[in-house]
């Protein structure tokens, strides 16, 4: 089932507050109601008449939505859920997670468990529910799902519940789940326009700079993670004491440096630019030949470069970037 | 076609059924369901059943059977307003809604009404169904049910989350339907206790059983306020125990000879006996111990008080056996007549009833000293006192042919509509008798070489529209102790002598396990009463001894029903019958009620524990509103409860500590818990700050925490 980004949930109703203490909420379901209908229905018909046997059935029926609870809630608290990125994660753009259903009882089975969103909780973010029918004693099942997150930047997964309505169905029960670590949304991607990404001069503000005469030794830089360490520059880390390598001349024929007009995070304009930008980026990092780079408000956030890691650095500056209200 | 060839399908589609069928057959044992209605549903269940099912119920088709269900439901309303028959009408219509939702149960919703039709049906046992059969229906009943709830809660999450996961579900379901069976029995086990607490604990506020028994179709015959000549005999054959009774004196064999009267009958014509409107009907009030005499010309009461509260039995002049008495307990069940059962010759009577109900009934009396009761439907409970010594025939000969009072004219009026042939008969055979007894001992003596048997063959002048008794004296000379009995009134009141036909049950059956004599449906049995004057009513049998009693042959097993009979009575005692009275008795025995103790003050404390109790609830009702919610791992749960219980044990964490360095502080202080504390902390903090926590890591901490708390209990307090 896929997520579906921007869905509002609604407030609870009364009785399902009223129903919510420590993490745990109940609600009834329709066959509940019915079932706890008839049960009254029972009870009032055996208390009048004084049939005895409709107060054994009273008293079955009672027992009966007693055991469902004790049932529903040893499946709930027995099961822990941790959900991951399973890789790469756009704004808006489902992605994809997985789900570790654990059932830490050493003993007990586990039946009929999901994790869904909390929909208490208004939230454009979604993740699509998932649902294990049987975790084995002491043992994890690995449950792929999306996840659509509206907003690029560092946010946790939405507020997500273990779900049950074993035994019967006629109740859920549901506990909160701990929120995990906050994952960190790029930009969302579009499809650019050919003549954007073809034009090697094409930037977003000032001019460009270029490097050309590719393969020559160009400059000393700092290391940073992901450079070849082939090109570490041993003689200079001797003398300096610090990592640093080779800059060569770029190895392709063009080079893009982005500059990206400082903005506030969540600005509408500003988000677009920043979409731009992240979209720009990794059509063209995706050329042979294309170093790409960041400035914002004026300074070289990251310099021109190809490959996995230049693009992972460049979507995150852009996760991140823009000043916060 | 819907695809209902995955197993799981196919299972939760026999268990629905099964429980439906279960809960209809508490109903059908009770007879709750026409035979036809019970035929007809069950047929087209298993057509439903068996025929494939489509995929969606087409629109036409839903259009027909909901106007076919709601045709019915005008048919059942009108039925239940027509004739009254209020169960019987909606218990058809339930059967109705189950035939169309077999025939239509595509989805798990469906499934779901079909557990509810089965409840109701169950419900509707519990009303009417008495038998001991209903409770273990009702366990194979919970067991079913649980499962059938099981499976349609997975099915129904399938539906809910799609094709896939209904495919896993179909998959991992029927892999673990072991653990679901066993799952369904642990939640019956539960639902079982819970009705056996609410059973015997619920207090009993209501008016009892108002619809127990009085359901059965069948009347029994014999014992109405006209009887068809053959129709006493079916009933020889069954071994339904109908009336249990226990002597309050003397002491008895494991068989006795009472005779116990029900209906007597003073006018024949053409098969059929009824009463003579110039019989009056009498039972008194007033007498010794709450006793109501039964009637008695005599001039005096026959029964004396007596300090022991049973009242004792005036001695007759010339009858040296009259003050033997039988006083007894009676239990009769409901078989659908008014008519009391006592033994002959009956002297006095009264109510003994267990509960509200019983004590509506009313006693009132009916002619030819018959004695019959105005009651709820349902058991009844008397005490009866009966002169059951029987005159010598010297004795019956002193008397000689005593004169008949007015109020007994009726017992000696001729038998019209019979053949000069009876009459000639019985002048004959009296035309040397000089006493009462003698007329009586000559017919008797006359009938003893006729056949007994149940099967009454038919003679020709039967067939060509005689009456019966005719070809039984005339040409059969066959029959049961129907036919011997009236024979022996109509041939004794063709000469005047005052004779009246009694049906009855002759004798009773001790039941060793219950502690009781059971008297059967099979020990039916007729009789004659003759008037002897100061001697009252005398019995005589004119039926074969070999055809006076059932035997103990009429169960299969004796003694096996016996035991099942004492199960059923005391099931119908402790169970059915079960009421406020008995509910206070069995808390007393528990030592759960002290009776003595139960002053004003004892009163008013449970009144004081209720408020507190409310009071309580209230508190704790707000504080949990007040009640965060938490979110905390497990990890971080065991924790906190083991830095708890060493906080307890004076060992506090500090602002800046952690887990690891608390832990090396404690074990150096308490080196005998060392190893199990440092252990818990090595292991909390991989769960806590490793990169994933695994179900395992998790498991290992809750096993060192239980390591750790256990050594921690030893510690003692700083």
């Known amino acids: ?325 | 076609m819907i695809d209902t060839n995955t197993p799981l399908l196919r299972l939760r589609d026999r268990m629905s059924l099964l429980q439906v069928v279960i809960a209809a057959a508490t109903v059908a044992i009770a007879g709750g369901i026409a035979p036809t209605s019970l035929a007809l549903a069950a047929a087209l269940s298993a057509w439903a059943f068996i025929r494939p099912l489509p995929p969606q119920t087409s629109k036409s088709t839903e259009r027909a059977w909901t106007l076919l269900v709601a045709a019915a439901l005008i048919a059942t309303m009108a039925r239940a307003v027509l004739t009254a028959e209020i169960l019987d009408a909606g218990l058809d219509f339930l059967l109705l809604l189950v035939v169309q939702r077999l025939f239509n149960r595509q989805r798990a919703r469906e499934h779901m009404q079909l557990l509810l039709l089965g409840s109701l049906l169950l419900v509707a046992g519990a009303v009417i169904n008495v038998g001991i059969n209903y409770p273990l229906l009702f366990a194979v009943y919970l067991v079913i049910a649980a499962m059938t709830l099981l499976l349609n809660h997975l099915v129904a999450e399938g539906e809910r989350l799609g094709p896939r996961t209904a495919a896993t579900l179909a998959r991992e379901g029927i892999r673990a339907r072991g653990l679901l069976w066993r799952a369904a029995g642990q939640v019956a086990a539960i639902a079982a206790v819970g009705a056996m607490i609410t059973f015997v604990a619920f207090p009993r506020w209501g008016v009892g059983a108002f619809l127990r028994g009085g359901m059965s179709r069948d009347s029994k015959s014999g014992f109405s306020s006209t009887v068809e000549l053959g129709d006493f005999g079916r009933i020889k054959t069954d071994a339904t125990v109908i009336m249990r009774i226990q002597p309050q004196s003397g002491s008895w064999g494991p068989r006795t000879d009472w005779r116990l009267r029900g209906s007597s009958f003073d006018a024949y014509e053409r098969g059929k006996w009824f009463h003579d409107r110039d019989v009056e009907a009498t039972l008194g009030f007033g007498g010794p111990s709450g006793f109501r005499p039964i009637g008695d010309l005599r001039g005096s009461s026959q029964l004396v008080p007596n300090r022991r509260a049973l009242p004792q039995i005036v001695a007759v002049p010339g009858f040296a056996a009259s003050t033997a008495a039988l006083h007894a307990l009676v239990t009769l069940e409901d078989i659908g007549v008014d008519v009391v059962f006592v033994a002959s010759e009956p002297l006095g009577v009264r109510l003994a009833p267990r509960g509200p109900i019983e004590q509506r009934a009313q006693m009132r009396g009916g002619r030819s000293d018959e004695i019959r009761i105005d009651k709820p439907p349902g058991p009844v409970r008397y005490q009866f006192v009966s002169r059951i010594g029987t005159p010598t025939e010297d004795e019956l000969d002193a008397v000689g042919d005593p004169a008949v009072p007015d109020a007994f004219v009726a017992y000696t009026r001729e038998i019209g509509g019979l053949s000069e042939e009876v009459t000639t008969l019985a002048q004959s055979l009296t035309q040397d008798a000089t006493t009462r007894h003698a007329k009586v001992s000559a017919v008797m003596d006359h009938l003893s070489g006729f056949a007994y048997t149940l099967d009454q063959p038919q003679s020709q002048r039967v067939a060509d529209g005689g009456d019966p008794l005719e070809g039984f004296l005339f040409d059969t000379q066959a029959g049961h102790c129907e036919y011997f009995a009236s024979a022996a009134v109509v041939l004794l009141r063709q000469i005047g002598v005052p004779t009246r036909l009694v049906n009855g049950y002759y004798g009773a059956h001790y039941n060793s396990v219950g502690e009781y004599y059971a008297v059967r449906q099979a020990d039916a049995h007729s009789w004659i009463e003759v008037y002897f004057g100061q001697l009252g009513w005398v019995t005589f049998d004119p039926t074969p001894p070999g055809g006076r009693t059932s035997g103990d042959d009429a169960p299969l097993w004796p003694a096996f029903s016996e035991w099942m009979d004492a199960v059923r009575n005391a099931y119908l005692d402790w169970i059915i019958d079960y009421d406020l009275g008995k509910q206070l008795t069995l808390f007393e025995n528990l030592g759960l009620r002290d009776r003595e103790a139960e002053t004003a003050v004892s009163r008013w404390r449970w009144a004081l524990v209720g408020i507190g109790g409310v009071v309580v609830g209230a508190w704790i009702f707000g504080r949990a509103r007040r009640w965060r919610r938490v979110r905390s791992r497990p990890e971080l749960a065991l924790w906190k409860l083991i830095a708890t219980s060493l906080a307890k044990r004076g060992y506090v964490v500090g602002d800046s500590e952690s887990p690891r360095q608390f832990g090396r502080r404690v074990a150096a202080s308490e080196p005998t818990i060392a190893d199990a504390v440092v252990g818990f902390m090595t292991t909390y903090d991989a769960c806590r700050f490793a990169p994933a926590t695994t179900a395992e890591d998790l498991i290992a901490l809750r096993e060192a925490a239980r390591t750790v708390a256990a050594a921690i209990a030893t510690v003692r307090r700083r």
């Open chain 1, 1 to 325: 089932m896929a997520a579906k980004a921007g869905r509002k949930r609604g407030k609870p109703s009364l009785l399902r507050r009223a129903l919510t203490a420590r993490g745990r909420s109940l609600e009834i379901t329709r066959a509940g109601w019915l079932f706890i209908l008839l049960t009254l229905a029972v009870g009032f018909a055996a208390i009048n008449s004084g049939a005895n046997l409709l107060h054994a059935i009273f008293g079955a029926q009672m027992a009966l939505i007693v055991g469902s609870g004790i049932l529903s809630e040893s499946m709930v608290r027995r099961t822990v859920a941790r959900r991951a990125a399973a890789g790469e994660i756009f704004a808006g753009q489902a992605a994809a997670v997985y789900v570790d259903l654990s059932n830490i009882d050493a003993r007990g089975e586990v039946f009929s468990v999901s994790v869904e969103d909390d929909d208490r909780l208004a939230t454009d973010d979604a993740c699509a529910p998932v649902f294990a029918v049987r975790i084995g004693a002491g043992k994890t099942v690995r449950v792929p799902t999306t996840v659509v997150l509206a907003q690029r930047g560092r946010h946790p997964m939405p507020a997500a519940v273990v779900a049950t309505r074993f035994p019967f169905g006629l109740f859920v029960k549901r506990r909160e789940l701990a929120r995990g670590e906050p994952l960190l949304v790029y930009p969302r991607i579009v499809p650019m326009p050919s003549a954007h990404a073809d034009d090697p001069r094409t930037e977003i503000g000032d001019a460009p700079s270029r490097r050309s005469r590719a393969g020559e030794f160009f400059a000393l830089r700092e290391y940073r993670d992901g450079d070849d360490l082939r090109r570490m520059h041993w003689p200079a880390v001797a003398r300096l004491g610090r990592p640093v390598v080779r800059e060569l001349e770029a190895d392709g024929d063009r080079q893009l440096v982005l500059d990206l007009a400082p903005g506030r995070t969540g600005e509408t304009e500003f988000e677009a630019r920043v979409q731009e930008c992240a979209s720009l980026a990794v059509a063209s990092l995706s050329r042979e030949g294309v170093a790409v780079g960041l400035r914002y408000g004026g300074e070289m956030l990251i310099a021109p470069g190809s490959g996995d890691e230049q693009r992972r650095r460049v979507l995150e500056a852009l996760a991140l970037v823009g000043d916060v209200a």
